[in-house]
């Protein structure tokens, strides 16, 4: 079973959400739909930006804490380095087919980042 820890805004340079979930299909499923009341409902954070999957939920937990004790800089430099024109990765992984692990070498065991980006 994979864990993942994502990373979902309102818009480019906007509110920024850090959470982790085992289902990320579901969970951005439930950030577009606004389904849990909270935070990310509250300020309309639901485009996907960044994720990375880990083997274990204390992992996925452990790298959400991190993230979210970061300066927000830190979090922008996360997005744009992993996806820099700030694309919706819901809708990729709507069309998502597995392919071998990304493996995270800025944070060597804490999980493997996203899908490297298909060209359309």
Known sequence: MAFYTYIVCNRRNGTLYTGHTDDLMRRCWEHQ????????????????????????RESAFTRERRIKD????????????????????YLELLDWTPTPPFHNTAHPGEG???????PD
Not at 70 to 89: F, G, H, S, V, Y
């Open 70 to 89: 970061w300066r927000r800089q830190w979090k922008l430099n996360l997005i744009e380095k992993a996806n820099p024109d700030w694309r919706d990765l």
């Open 33 to 56: 739909n606004r389904i849990r009341p909270g935070f990310a409902s509250k300020y309309h954070c639901a485009r996907l930006v960044w994720f990375e999957e880990h083997d274990t």
């Open 112 to 118: 493997r980042g996203p899908a490297p980006h298909r």
